[in-house]
Protein backbone atom coordinates (compact mmCIF):
# COMPACT_ATOMS: atom_id res chain seq x y z
CA UNK A 1 0.00 0.00 0.00
CA UNK A 2 1.12 3.38 -0.69
CA UNK A 3 2.60 5.57 2.23
CA UNK A 4 0.58 8.20 4.00
CA UNK A 5 1.42 11.35 1.93
CA UNK A 6 1.19 14.21 3.79
CA UNK A 7 1.28 16.95 1.50
CA UNK A 8 -1.66 15.29 -0.04
CA UNK A 9 -3.74 14.84 3.06
CA UNK A 10 -5.18 17.42 5.62
CA UNK A 11 -5.88 14.86 8.18
CA UNK A 12 -4.74 16.01 11.76
CA UNK A 13 -3.24 14.31 14.84
CA UNK A 14 -4.66 11.08 15.63
CA UNK A 15 -7.37 11.22 12.60
CA UNK A 16 -4.24 10.94 10.44
CA UNK A 17 -3.17 7.24 11.81
CA UNK A 18 -6.57 6.28 10.93
CA UNK A 19 -6.50 8.08 6.95
CA UNK A 20 -7.09 5.86 3.82
CA UNK A 21 -6.17 5.51 0.63
CA UNK A 22 -6.48 8.89 -1.30
CA UNK A 23 -7.79 9.34 -5.19
CA UNK A 24 -3.84 9.58 -6.54
CA UNK A 25 -2.93 6.88 -3.92
CA UNK A 26 -5.79 4.38 -5.59
CA UNK A 27 -5.41 5.64 -9.26
CA UNK A 28 -1.35 4.70 -8.48
CA UNK A 29 -2.35 1.24 -6.75
CA UNK A 30 -4.81 0.49 -9.84
CA UNK A 31 -2.42 0.83 -12.46
CA UNK A 32 -3.94 4.30 -13.92
CA UNK A 33 -1.26 7.09 -13.86
CA UNK A 34 -2.19 10.66 -12.33
CA UNK A 35 -0.35 13.83 -12.07
CA UNK A 36 -0.90 17.57 -10.78
CA UNK A 37 -1.55 20.48 -12.56
CA UNK A 38 -2.05 24.06 -11.56
CA UNK A 39 -5.09 25.73 -12.38
CA UNK A 40 -6.58 29.38 -11.86
CA UNK A 41 -9.93 29.86 -10.49
CA UNK A 42 -11.96 32.75 -9.56
CA UNK A 43 -12.69 32.58 -5.23
CA UNK A 44 -16.03 33.75 -4.11
CA UNK A 45 -14.57 37.21 -3.59
CA UNK A 46 -13.56 37.71 -7.10
CA UNK A 47 -9.98 36.40 -6.66
CA UNK A 48 -8.22 34.55 -8.68
CA UNK A 49 -6.07 32.17 -6.87
CA UNK A 50 -3.88 28.84 -8.00
CA UNK A 51 -5.50 25.07 -7.00
CA UNK A 52 -4.21 21.65 -7.90
CA UNK A 53 -6.00 19.91 -9.49
CA UNK A 54 -5.75 16.25 -10.43
CA UNK A 55 -5.57 14.47 -13.78
CA UNK A 56 -5.83 11.21 -14.60
CA UNK A 57 -4.58 9.29 -17.65
CA UNK A 58 -4.81 5.62 -18.72
CA UNK A 59 -2.37 2.82 -17.53
CA UNK A 60 -0.04 1.39 -20.46
CA UNK A 61 -0.67 -2.38 -19.77
CA UNK A 62 0.96 -5.12 -21.06
CA UNK A 63 -1.95 -7.72 -22.87
CA UNK A 64 0.35 -10.09 -24.89
CA UNK A 65 2.39 -10.64 -27.74
CA UNK A 66 2.29 -10.81 -31.23
CA UNK A 67 4.26 -14.23 -31.80
CA UNK A 68 1.65 -15.83 -29.52
CA UNK A 69 -1.42 -14.71 -31.23
CA UNK A 70 -3.86 -17.23 -33.56
CA UNK A 71 -6.15 -15.79 -35.96
CA UNK A 72 -9.09 -15.80 -35.28
CA UNK A 73 -8.63 -16.84 -31.66
CA UNK A 74 -9.24 -13.78 -29.32
CA UNK A 75 -7.25 -13.31 -25.50
CA UNK A 76 -9.17 -12.11 -22.85
CA UNK A 77 -7.17 -9.62 -20.37
CA UNK A 78 -8.91 -7.02 -18.14
CA UNK A 79 -8.97 -3.42 -19.05
CA UNK A 80 -8.57 -0.32 -17.69
CA UNK A 81 -8.73 -1.92 -14.42
CA UNK A 82 -9.46 -5.03 -12.68
CA UNK A 83 -13.15 -3.60 -11.56
CA UNK A 84 -16.76 -4.37 -13.09
CA UNK A 85 -17.39 -4.41 -17.04
CA UNK A 86 -13.79 -4.47 -17.64
CA UNK A 87 -13.22 -7.64 -19.39
CA UNK A 88 -11.78 -7.26 -22.83
CA UNK A 89 -10.98 -9.16 -25.67
CA UNK A 90 -7.45 -8.84 -27.84
CA UNK A 91 -8.25 -10.35 -31.42
CA UNK A 92 -6.21 -10.50 -34.83
CA UNK A 93 -8.98 -10.26 -37.27
CA UNK A 94 -6.84 -11.31 -40.09
CA UNK A 95 -8.41 -7.90 -42.06
CA UNK A 96 -7.72 -4.16 -41.55
CA UNK A 97 -9.33 -2.85 -38.92
CA UNK A 98 -10.16 0.42 -38.12
CA UNK A 99 -7.70 1.24 -35.42
CA UNK A 100 -5.76 -1.92 -35.71
CA UNK A 101 -1.88 -2.66 -35.12
CA UNK A 102 0.12 -4.94 -36.90
CA UNK A 103 1.43 -5.48 -40.37
CA UNK A 104 -1.63 -5.83 -41.67
CA UNK A 105 -3.61 -3.71 -39.13
CA UNK A 106 -6.15 -6.30 -38.27
CA UNK A 107 -5.06 -6.40 -34.48
CA UNK A 108 -7.72 -4.95 -32.39
CA UNK A 109 -9.21 -4.75 -28.73
CA UNK A 110 -12.67 -4.28 -27.75
CA UNK A 111 -14.40 -3.93 -24.26
CA UNK A 112 -16.84 -7.25 -24.01
CA UNK A 113 -19.63 -5.59 -22.28
CA UNK A 114 -22.87 -5.04 -24.58
CA UNK A 115 -23.69 -0.97 -24.17
CA UNK A 116 -27.46 -1.33 -24.39
CA UNK A 117 -28.10 -3.48 -20.69
CA UNK A 118 -24.84 -4.52 -20.21
CA UNK A 119 -25.11 -8.14 -21.42
CA UNK A 120 -21.87 -10.37 -21.22
CA UNK A 121 -20.89 -11.15 -24.77
CA UNK A 122 -18.01 -13.54 -23.65
CA UNK A 123 -17.57 -16.40 -26.68
CA UNK A 124 -19.75 -14.18 -29.17
CA UNK A 125 -16.57 -13.04 -31.69
CA UNK A 126 -17.87 -14.51 -35.34
CA UNK A 127 -14.19 -15.14 -36.93
CA UNK A 128 -16.20 -15.22 -40.59
CA UNK A 129 -18.24 -12.02 -39.91
CA UNK A 130 -15.36 -10.27 -38.14
CA UNK A 131 -18.15 -8.99 -35.21
CA UNK A 132 -18.76 -9.75 -31.45
CA UNK A 133 -22.46 -10.96 -30.68
CA UNK A 134 -24.94 -11.45 -31.15
CA UNK A 135 -25.57 -10.19 -27.27
CA UNK A 136 -27.42 -12.68 -25.50
CA UNK A 137 -29.84 -10.50 -23.96
CA UNK A 138 -31.08 -8.62 -27.18
CA UNK A 139 -29.12 -9.29 -29.77
CA UNK A 140 -26.95 -6.50 -30.96
CA UNK A 141 -24.04 -7.01 -33.00
CA UNK A 142 -20.69 -4.83 -33.26
CA UNK A 143 -18.42 -4.82 -36.21
CA UNK A 144 -14.75 -5.31 -34.74
CA UNK A 145 -13.17 -3.97 -38.18
CA UNK A 146 -15.04 -0.91 -38.01
CA UNK A 147 -14.65 0.61 -34.41
CA UNK A 148 -16.63 -1.47 -32.94
CA UNK A 149 -20.02 0.06 -34.58
CA UNK A 150 -23.35 -1.20 -34.13
CA UNK A 151 -24.60 -3.50 -36.92
CA UNK A 152 -27.65 -4.77 -35.65
CA UNK A 153 -30.47 -4.82 -32.24
CA UNK A 154 -30.81 -2.81 -29.62
CA UNK A 155 -27.94 -0.58 -28.80
CA UNK A 156 -26.99 2.76 -29.74
CA UNK A 157 -24.14 3.01 -29.28
CA UNK A 158 -20.53 1.22 -30.33
CA UNK A 159 -18.71 -0.83 -28.16
CA UNK A 160 -15.42 0.53 -26.59
CA UNK A 161 -12.47 -0.19 -28.32
CA UNK A 162 -9.28 -0.13 -26.27
CA UNK A 163 -6.47 1.17 -27.94
CA UNK A 164 -3.12 -0.67 -28.70
CA UNK A 165 0.28 0.01 -29.21
CA UNK A 166 2.77 -2.54 -30.60
CA UNK A 167 6.64 -2.35 -29.45
CA UNK A 168 8.56 -4.95 -31.18
CA UNK A 169 7.04 -8.24 -30.10
CA UNK A 170 4.86 -6.63 -27.08
CA UNK A 171 1.11 -5.38 -27.45
CA UNK A 172 0.05 -2.90 -24.89
CA UNK A 173 -3.30 -2.07 -23.98
CA UNK A 174 -2.72 2.54 -23.75
CA UNK A 175 -6.49 4.13 -23.56
CA UNK A 176 -9.82 3.40 -24.73
CA UNK A 177 -11.99 5.11 -27.00
CA UNK A 178 -15.87 5.76 -25.87
CA UNK A 179 -17.42 4.88 -22.86
CA UNK A 180 -17.62 1.09 -20.81
CA UNK A 181 -21.37 0.09 -19.85
CA UNK A 182 -21.74 1.50 -16.30
CA UNK A 183 -19.52 3.67 -15.97
CA UNK A 184 -19.81 7.11 -15.94
CA UNK A 185 -15.73 7.74 -16.35
CA UNK A 186 -14.00 4.55 -17.65
CA UNK A 187 -11.18 5.39 -14.81
CA UNK A 188 -13.62 5.12 -11.82
CA UNK A 189 -14.91 1.60 -11.58
S1 LIG B 1 -27.95 -5.85 -23.36
FE1 LIG B 1 -27.07 -6.36 -25.25
S2 LIG B 1 -28.60 -5.92 -26.69
FE2 LIG B 1 -29.50 -5.43 -24.80
Redesign the pocket.
Known amino acids: MAEHSKKACSCKGKAKKNCTINRRQFLFASGATAFTVMVTVRSGKGHAEQVPALVSTYPRKHIGKLSEMHQDVPVEFSYPDEGDYSTSILVKTGVECGGGVGQQRDLVAFNMT??????D?YESYKPEHKVL????????TYDLTRHGILVS???YQSLPQVLLELDGDDIYAVGMFGLI?GRYDNLAS
Open positions: CTHQGGMGPCPLHLSGQAY
